[in-house]
């Protein structure tokens, strides 16, 4: 089977994708797609297919892939400068967003807060992208919706409040 989307490429808010599969799976998918939801988004489906049709979508992926570069090594840069010994993340080499991984002892979800209220940053707690208890101490930084000059601000106060955190 394979399973793709549109959404990230021409608009994150876009929820459009599509599978590829034999009879039977699809079947299957119709079925639990038919359950969710009565209809399918139809203005939404023509709106992507006017833009993909008309447009240079090649063009338009280039100039994205560019841009999130950018964001990405501003934040990869800020991150190796700010965040304190015991602190992991990923170099992604596509994508919208750097994981990150805090010592143990360091619960995200309950950090989030403090984040908020203390530095006015945020972030995705890493916790509901795994299926048991595990990842308590991870987080999901979107690099693609800041500027290099906002996203190298944000991680620099994320640091800070992470220092304090591990020196307690």
Known sequence: MLA?????????????GWAVAGEEIIGKLAAIKQSSDVLTNS?????????????????HIREI???YRAQRDAMLETIEKTFPQGVKW???DGG???????PDEIDAT???SLAIEEEKVA??????????????????????NSTPEVIREGITKL????KRQIEK
């Open 159 to 162: 640091g800070a409040l992470l």
């Open 90 to 92: 990923t170099v992604p």
């Open 123 to 144: 972030y995705v707690p890493g916790t509901p992208f795994y299926v048991d208890e595990t990842g308590h101490n991870t987080m999901r930084l979107n690099f693609s």
């Open 43 to 59: 203005l939404t489906q023509r709106a992507v297919h006017y833009y993909v049709t008309r447009y240079d979508l090649d063009g």
């Open 96 to 102: 919208m967003f750097v994981w990150v991984t805090l």
């Open 110 to 112: 309950k950090l989030l």
């Open 4 to 16: 793709g989307t549109i959404s990230k490429t021409i608009a994150p808010g876009l929820r459009i």
């Open 65 to 67: 892939a560019d841009k």
